[in-house]
């Protein structure tokens, strides 16, 4: 999945067509607000995102992308408008992938994200996350706890690979419900109990490993012997 993030309709539905015809999934969002409200469900492979947007601007969403341990290593590509070096050059250092000046054809839209994808995609090969008997695969989304496969949901999967991420770390329950749910989640930190709990019982004996801090929230960490 793509996500296009332009509030020109035109331009919007002809980005969204394009990819789709040329193979891809692509979804149109027209602000900051409508693309994190669909990070919320899903993570795309690359999002192509306009600086000059209505509200909140491209710098100020990238910022956001890359500050989220969810969502920092997600491909992005920022549009810009023609001659405008100075965002070119914030963009890049921020961590954008690529630029695309506008007005930009969209056969060069393509071919610069089958190459960003191509790029991120020999990154990531390989990549697990391990601790004792369990394991974590990035890449096949796929998750085993003492040999066995475990089906969790996108909410449990994302908690589980925010930890093992930051192994030893102490997350309080408002920071989860930030990282996992969004800064702009109207929920209760009850939500992330419950998450843990039900995450913690499907993990059987690997469970142990998120520890609870008193008084702060959770943490991962291996058993002591």
């Not at 709990?197 to 998120?210: A, E, M, V, W």
Request: glycine share 10%; proline share 2%.
């Amino acid at each position: 999945m793509i996500f296009c993030v332009e509030d020109d309709s035109g331009i919007r539905d002809l980005m969204v067509y394009t990819l789709n015809a040329s193979g891809f999934e692509a979804m149109g969002l027209e602000d900051g607000s409508a693309l994190f409200e669909a990070l919320r469900d899903k993570k795309p492979e690359l999002i192509m995102l306009d600086i000059m947007l209505p509200g909140e601007d491209g710098i100020s969403i990238l910022k956001k992308i890359r500050s989220r341990s969810l969502t920092a290593d997600i491909p992005v590509i920022m549009a810009t408008a023609k001659g405008t070096e100075y965002d070119k050059v914030i963009g890049l250092d921020l961590g954008a992938d690529d630029y695309l000046a506008k007005p930009f054809g969209m056969m060069e839209m393509v071919s610069r994200i089958k190459a960003v994808l191509r790029r991120a995609s020999r990154k990531s090969a390989g990549t697990a996350l391990r601790m004792g008997e369990l394991e974590l695969n990035e890449n096949e989304h796929v998750v085993t706890a003492a040999g066995k496969r475990v089906q969790l949901t996108l909410k449990e999967y994302e908690l589980l690979k925010l930890f093992m991420e930051n192994k030893g770390r102490a997350f309080t329950r408002d920071k989860l419900l930030s990282d996992i749910w969004g800064t702009d989640y109207m929920g209760e930190t009850r939500t992330v109990d419950v998450h843990i709990g039900t995450l913690r019982t499907k993990l059987g004996s690997c469970g142990s490993y998120i520890k609870t801090v008193r008084g702060v929230g959770y943490r991962m960490e291996e058993n002591d012997d």
